[in-house]
């Protein structure tokens, strides 16, 4: 066949059909190929012309780009502008302080941010594929890099899908396609003819995708897309979109951009007055230069980076790995958490739960996936007597009636086979059987492997001198099939396990005459009259702190979202189970979303009230992070597989899952979690919502000493006065005190209560109303208490110099102070132990005692026009510092008075005494 003929058909995407909708020998037709497979030229011309089957690997950043990165900040400009000003009046030190401080808040971000790269490269799987071909009419073992459109792939079970297939020929094939869709369960598939074109990804039983995995079954299929064209692919490639900025990134830039018009604005003013009155143009450049340092917080980028570096070494110990820095804060600003649920809220171990024994009822299940340490009870009471009989009777069939391997001495590691199989031998182990000893001392005589279209699986096993048939299926397919009038009861119990999220399959067995062996075919027809021993309920269990993790969220005003690929009553069944969900009206599936395509007003609606999102496509998954982000909200996205990747990549906050998560996925998320659990996330939040008060700690601190230098500044420089302190000296004064003491608050320990206050706002600015008012009351107060302690020292006849030095030691000594302040809005100063934050007060001692040293050092109190004091002064130095304490004091105290006046009851409403 000339394959040539075929180019144009196959390089036009537009001409690509939906293989899932095609018949396999169209297929064939549609890529030129024959059941023979492709001849080795052939397979080359294609490999060249369809390039290797292959994701691009994602481009690790340099550590150039890194520490460029770091510098995109317009405070950083800000800084940036200073210095270069300051190069140009000759200011030498200005501008060498300045650029240290750019120095070394460039350094400690870029590092964090190699190092995470360094861990997320880490994270990355470097395993070959291999796969079985069909080569020149001869199967042979090569590289799945090296497949093409048009080959023809043979699999088994174990073998991972190398790329997307038609199925050709299928014989009890089941896949794991968990990380594709999000079903938890085997999808069983088969090589019939064509679906209809709107067949949802879950459910295109013609097709096996790349990236997942044949459970059971041997398989033949053609080779239909490649690389960047398979579905995985395709998610991938979603990936290029540009994803959200963290929240902090955008608060930051909000309020670095307010910053630098205020600086500009009354740096301009300050030169007009300036020049007004006569001053020469060197000498105002001077003094606006003087006022550009205590406006700009040098520190701040620093304080900031040191308070994310220092959650992330919390949230690392709480198996929280940031991958970008700012991700840090953005958890705790989240306000709704759009999980999947497979592997992230259950642990992808399908487990017996319930069982119906017909004679004796309902009976629970104990454990959890591998869990080998559980017990059965009825209505609470432990299983024993004729009803642990007829458990452990099922327990025989069903361990019989098996193919999978588990060895309960080695645990989950041991075992191998169809997850439902595994169950079912879990549960016989449970139930204290031996399934090697059953296996050994009743060999199998003939079988009926499990099939789709069948529906159920059937062995012949010698018991002792007899026989006896094993059979577990479909309910709906045994029930019928067994003795007795009470199959409509059974039936109805199905159902109603069915209903509440199980996967519900039926075991029976019979005695038949021993005259089968090897040799001859299967008794068809001893399959009726069975006696039916029960119906098993599975499910893939939640994860045991699933559920408090998801009421801690609610506690703290973050709504938890479950989008899965699996069937809506079994999601439904879950998020109850969780507390997400409760109603049917709190679901909303993949089909109801596409059917609002292109109303995206409604399904933000939609998606606002929805509490569950079921049988949900990748695609959906991205439409469903966009409606919530248009409500408002800021999103935190989590999940393992590849469908999840685009989602992650699109929220707020992408949160990928380390331990059983895809690559893709990981390099798609901001933050990793490195023990797959959901628990994580709440204390991923918690860290983030430390990490921000501990950001606006440091920006109380630098903003509100800032304004006591403005308003002191403008006050001399309005009345007449000496400039009050030298730019030279605002730089020593913001290096001895903020230098240390500003990094020192970002160690701040948690404070309690975090996760029982509401998200912040996303539109709440950091510079806010509570901020505004803490600034002004501490920052105009000191700054006038500085001025008229300055006017008044010149009033007394006191020279600049000598003036100059005492304000020096009075606004250390201020901001000394003035810190405890800032270890808590809320809270008192005298609240918080010291124990809480050592680092700060061993940075206030070490400031303190700088500067003393400082007066005594030759050289160095020539440059800062400094001199020692005396003891007298340090009496009268000390209790006019400490008084911003008391007045802030007595602020919080004031607030929180009127915080309880507002939440306390009204008087009507107040019980009489």
Not at 63 to 86: D, N, R, T
Not at 120 to 132: F, K, N, P
Not at 149 to 172: F, K, T, Y
Not at 713 to 742: E, H, K, M, Y
């Amino acid at each position: 066949m000339d394959s040539d003929l075929r180019e144009p058909e196959e390089d036009r995407a537009s001409d690509r059909p939906s293989w899932h909708a095609v018949s396999a020998v169209e297929a064939l037709s549609r890529l030129g190929a024959s059941a023979a497979g492709l001849s080795k030229e052939e397979a080359a011309k294609r490999l060249r012309r369809h390039g290797p089957n292959a994701l691009p690997e994602p481009a690790r950043r340099t550590i150039l780009a890194i520490v460029f990165g770091q510098l995109k900040s317009p405070l950083i400009y800000l800084l940036i502008a200073a210095a270069v000003v300051s190069l140009w009046l000759g200011e030498i030190d200005d501008a060498g302080f300045i650029l240290l401080v750019l120095a070394i808040n460039t350094t400690i971000g870029a590092v964090q941010e190699w190092r995470a790269e360094t861990h997320t490269a880490a994270l990355r799987s470097a395993i070959q594929t291999t796969s079985r071909v069909l080569r020149g009419g001869r199967v042979k073992r090569i590289d799945a890099s090296q497949l093409v459109p048009g080959d023809i792939v043979h699999l088994e079970a174990g073998e991972r899908i190398p790329a997307d297939l038609r199925l050709l020929q299928a014989a009890e094939l089941q896949t794991d396609e968990s990380s594709l869709t999000g079903e938890s369960l085997p999808v069983d598939k088969a090589a019939s003819d064509a679906l209809p074109e709107d067949t949802p990804l879950a459910d295109r039983m013609t097709m096996l995708f790349a990236g997942t995995m044949v459970q059971r079954g041997r398989a033949e299929g053609l080779v239909v897309e490649t690389g960047s064209r398979t579905q995985f692919g395709r998610i991938a490639q979603t990936l290029e979109v540009s994803s959200a900025e963290p929240p902090l990134t955008r608060r930051m830039a909000r309020f670095s951009h307010v910053l630098g018009a205020v600086a500009l604005a009354l740096v301009a003013g300050v030169i007009a007055v300036q020049l007004l009155q006569g001053h020469s143009l060197q000498a105002t450049f001077l003094v606006a230069i003087a006022l550009a340092v205590s406006i700009i917080p040098e520190g701040l980028p620093v304080a900031v980076t040191v308070a994310l570096s220092v959650a992330t070494r919390h949230m690392a110990r709480r198996h929280v790995i940031v991958r970008h820095l700012p991700a840090v804060e953005g958890l705790g600003a989240c306000t709704v958490i759009a999980t999947d649920k497979t592997g992230t809220l259950t642990v992808n171990q399908l487990t017996a739960k319930r069982v119906w024994l017909p004679d004796e009822g309902l009976v629970a299940v104990g454990g959890e996936g591998f869990s080998l340490d559980a017990a059965f009870t009825k209505d609470g009471v432990p299983l024993e007597g004729s009803a642990y009989e007829a458990l452990a009777s099922l327990g025989v069939s069903s361990a019989l009636c098996n193919d999978a391997t588990f060895d309960p001495t080695l645990g989950a590691q041991s075992g191998s086979g169809d997850t439902v199989d595994l169950a079912f031998l879990v549960l016989a182990v449970k139930a204290s059987l031996d399934p090697g000893r059953l296996r050994r001392h009743t060999p199998r005589l003939a079988e009926i492997p499990f099939s789709a279209e069948r529906k159920f699986a059937a062995t012949l096993n010698r018991h002792g001198d007899g026989h006896r048939l094993h059979v577990k299926g479909a309910a709906e397919v045994i029930v019928p099939l067994c003795r007795g009038n009470r199959h409509r009861e059974a039936l109805e119990i199905a159902e109603g396990m069915a209903g509440d999220g199980y996967r519900v399959l039926a075991v029976a067995t019979k005695r038949i005459a021993p005259v089968f062996s090897h040799e001859q075919p299967f008794p068809d027809q001893e399959l009726c009259g069975l006696t039916l021993l029960g119906l098993v309920g599975f499910i893939d269990p939640l994860r045991p702190e699933a559920r408090e993790a998801v009421a801690q969220c609610r506690r703290a005003g973050v709504a938890v979202k479950m989008v899965t690929g699996d069937h809506p009553s079994t999601a439904l069944a879950i998020a109850r189970d969780l507390g997400i969900a409760e109603r049917s009206e709190d679901v909303l599936t993949g089909r109801d979303l596409a059917a609002l395509a292109f109303e995206p007003h409604c399904i933000a609606a939609l998606a606002a009230k929805a509490s569950v999102f079921a049988r949900v496509e990748p695609a959906q998954k991205v439409e469903i992070v966009d409606a919530l982000q248009a409500a408002g909200h800021v999103v935190a996205m989590t999940g393992d597989g590849v469908n999840d990747a685009p989602a992650l990549h699109r929220a707020d906050l992408g949160v990928a899952m380390g331990r059983g998560g895809t690559d893709v996925a990981r390099d798609a998320a901001d933050l990793v979690l490195t023990d797959d659990n959901f628990a994580s996330i709440v204390a991923g939040v918690e860290e983030g919502r430390a990490a921000y008060a501990n950001i606006r700690k440091v920006i109380y601190l630098l903003i509100s000493t800032g304004a006591a230098e403005v308003v002191m500044f403008l006050l001399a420089v309005g009345t007449g006065l000496p400039v009050p302190l030298t730019a030279i000296q605002l730089l020593w004064l913001n290096l001895v005190t903020n230098g240390g003491q500003d990094v020192a608050l970002a160690f701040e320990r948690r404070e309690p209560g975090l996760l029982d206050q509401p998200p912040r706002s996303p539109k709440e600015p950091i510079f806010d109303r509570l901020m505004i008012r803490q600034v002004a009351i501490s920052g105009i107060y000191t700054g006038l208490v500085a001025y008229v302690f300055f006017a008044w020292l010149i009033g007394q006849g006191m020279g600049a110099f000598e003036a100059r030095n005492l304000l020096l030691f009075l606004m250390v000594a201020f901001e000394n102070v003035h810190v405890f302040n800032c270890r808590s809005e809320q809270r008192s100063a005298f609240a918080t132990p010291f124990r809480n934050n050592w680092p700060l007060v061993a940075a206030v001692v070490g400031a303190q005692s700088v500067h003393i040293a400082a007066a005594f050092l030759p050289g160095v109190r020539d440059v800062l026009q400094m001199q020692p004091i005396s003891l007298g002064m340090w009496l009268i130095l000390v209790p006019i510092a400490g008084s911003v304490l008391v007045v802030m004091e007595i602020d919080k105290l004031l607030r929180r008075l009127s915080s309880q006046r507002t939440s306390a009851p009204p008087a009507a409403a107040r019980t009489p005494p």
